[in-house]
């Protein structure tokens, strides 16, 4: 129990920045005019900044022979996520009030991509700072799976957004930090552009989790509780039940590396993504099933994250 409660301090302290952000919505101090703006700025330079301070600094990734692997995981994990879930909602939909091909394919785009920025990345570094550039390359992969699998989840086949994958800010800035540490021309980069960048990178999660708040309390009013029963119990079972079960037995057969199986700890214990949301309403689908399983998901994570944590450093790290 003295190791769970710090878990519980540690990811309660996550969930109350988001708790600012959904309060200075409610304030009206951060207004809607501003959403598009800020989530440019972190998605386009402030996170492209804390990947590539991170990367750089790292003394593990002078080879790219270890730096596969987490993309590798993210790619595979996240895979699994959207098709099993695409699987069963498609045999299951009825009992789970997703009758229709719209909401079944909105339901396996939410519950198939875990939230991998804002709320693993400050418990890794404060958890698991080791494994930090892990999660940094982990991501990559749970990317290029949210761009192309789940394109077509959500799609139905229709784009691929690989491109706009490979091409994003913050897997550019992991290419240019990689060739960097590769080319060994690190300690010539100017100390000022360094502090910029560290800087810069400082800010990313702070305004990521008070940007989410906010957006998620904009969403709360939408997701019709009264009617979903069955919707959102479906969704924690599969996101918050069956995956990091799924998640941590693969780790536990694999043979990983301690950091990247802090990784699969990590994600194993997450709720869903909130860009499903985005999606849902970009493809034209049923965004308020959408809102279902990703608003119950992360509300229901503020018990489950912390329980997953334990039971992941014990399965995996003892």
């Given amino acids: ?31 809607r005019d501003s959403d598009a703006s800020l989530a440019n700025i972190t998605a386009n330079l402030l996170m492209p900044a804390l990947f590539m301070d991170r990367v750089l ?3 593990k990734l002078d080879s790219l022979l270890v730096a596969w692997v987490p993309p ?7 895979v699994v996520g959207l098709l099993l879930g695409y699987f069963l909602v498609r045999k299951l939909g009825r009992f789970i009030g997703c009758e229709t091909e ?10 198939g991509i875990c939230n991998y920025g804002y709320i693993p990345l400050p418990l890794a570094q ?32 229709r784009d691929s957004g690989i491109k706009r994958a490979l091409l994003s800010p ?11 540490k590769q080319l060994g021309i690190g300690p010539s980069i100017p100390a000022p552009l360094l502090q910029m960048t560290h800087e810069l990178g400082q800010c990313a999660i702070p305004l990521g989790l008070l940007l989410s708040g906010a957006i998620i309390v904009d969403f709360l009013k ?13 969704a924690v079972a599969y996101r918050q039940c069956l995956m990091p079960i799924l998640m941590l037995s693969a780790a536990s057969l694999l043979p990983l590396a301690t950091t990247v199986q802090q990784v699969v700890v990590l994600q194993a214990a997450m709720p869903t993504a909130v860009f499903p949301i985005v999606l849902a309403r970009l493809y034209g689908q049923d965004t308020t099933t959408t809102l279902r399983v990703v608003l119950g998901t992360n ?20």
């Fill in 1 to 31: 129990m003295n190791d769970l409660l710090p878990i519980v301090s540690r990811v309660t302290g996550v969930f109350l920045v988001m708790g600012v952000g959904a309060l200075a919505r409610k304030r009206n101090w951060f207004t």
């Fill in 57 to 59: 600094a790292s003394t």
């Fill in 72 to 78: 590798a995981i993210g790619f595979c994990t996240t």
């Fill in 102 to 111: 719209s909401s079944q394919r909105s339901f396996a785009l939410g519950v």
């Fill in 126 to 157: 404060h958890f698991y700072p080791d494994a930090e550039v892990d999660l940094i390359l982990h991501n990559v992969g749970v990317d290029l799976a949210l761009w192309t699998v789940g394109i077509w989840v959500i799609a139905g086949g």
């Fill in 170 to 180: 913050p897997v550019i800035a992991i290419a240019i930090a990689l060739l960097i």
């Fill in 222 to 234: 939408h997701a019709k509780w009264r009617t979903s029963t069955r919707t959102l119990f479906a």
């Fill in 299 to 318: 509300l229901i994570g503020i018990l489950t994250i912390p329980i997953w944590l334990y039971i992941g450093r014990l399965w995996l790290l003892t």
